[in-house]
T-cell receptor, first 114, second 116 residues
Framework: DTAVSQTPKYLVTQMGNDKSIKCEQN?????MYWYKQDSKKFLKIMFS???????INETVPNRFSPKSPDKAHLNLHINSLELGDSAVYFC?????????????FGEGSRLTVL | AQTVTQSQPEMSVQEAETVTLSCTYD???????LFWYKQPPSRQMILVIR??????QNATENRFSVNFQKAAKSFSLKISDSQLGDAAMYFC?????????????FGKGTRLHILP
């Protein structure tokens, strides 16, 4: 059983389209995240939800909208895709009350915008 | 704001040798956590080791160990008996301990090559 799973793993789309990436975790964690990894491998946090409540919202264009229907799911919807949105998007989860609160990552979703 | 710096974009080591990856961080907090993550070509991010700042003892996980120097704000990763499977990007990361800090900040990574 995959602990943090994302779908789709690969996504190729045209500029201007709207797309979504879904994430689910079965670890019983209360906090979920979206990270963006650019072509230089730099990992930057985008959003974080704790028990369905948005707690971190970094400087991300309004075209990106996260949604957490419950604490096991965190989806990312992107409107009007641009070339610069091409990246690998990682979903992650953690337990706030654990000692170090390390992140458990999904396998990433590679988005390519043409 | 906290920052994490990995000054070595790439490193190479001979198989079976030992290599040390550097990481420094900047923070005004006294309570925090540090991590090393590994990202092999498969893209999966894997936790290698973690260190609680309140612990003086350096963390160890099999062939992986850290040298945590709190005063110097340094957190290096030592890989002993390097194996081909250790080839990957390695990321140093920081998490605030205040109020269960929810943001984990990553360094830019070090690409490690293992030479057979």
């Amino acid at each position: 059983d995959t602990a943090v799973s994302q779908t789709p793993k690969y996504l190729v789309t045209q500029m201007g389209n709207d797309k979504s990436i879904k994430c689910e975790q079965n670890l019983g964690h209360d906090t979920m995240y979206w990270y963006k990894q650019d072509s230089k491998k730099f990992l930057k946090i985008m959003f974080s939800y704790n028990n369905k409540e948005l707690i971190i919202n970094e400087t991300v264009p309004n075209r990106f909208s996260p949604k957490s229907p419950d604490k096991a799911h965190l989806n990312l919807h992107i409107n009007s895709l641009e070339l610069g949105d091409s990246a690998v998007y990682f979903c992650a989860s953690s337990r706030r009350t654990s000692v170090a609160g390390e992140l458990f990552f999904g396998e990433g979703s590679r988005l390519t915008v043409l | 704001a906290q920052t994490v710096t990995q000054s070595q974009p790439e490193m190479s080591v001979q198989e079976a040798e030992t290599v040390t990856l550097s990481c420094t961080y900047d923070t005004s907090e006294s309570d925090y956590y540090l991590f090393w993550y590994k990202q092999p070509p498969s893209r999966q991010m894997i936790l290698v080791i973690r260190q609680e700042a309140y612990k003086q003892q350096n963390a160890t996980e099999n062939r992986f160990s850290v040298n945590f120097q709190k005063a110097a704000k340094s957190f290096s990763l030592k890989i002993s008996d390097s194996q081909l499977g250790d080839a990957a990007m390695y990321f140093c990361a920081y998490r605030s301990g205040l109020g269960g800090g929810d943001k984990i900040i990553f360094g830019k990574g070090t690409r490690l090559h293992i030479l057979p």
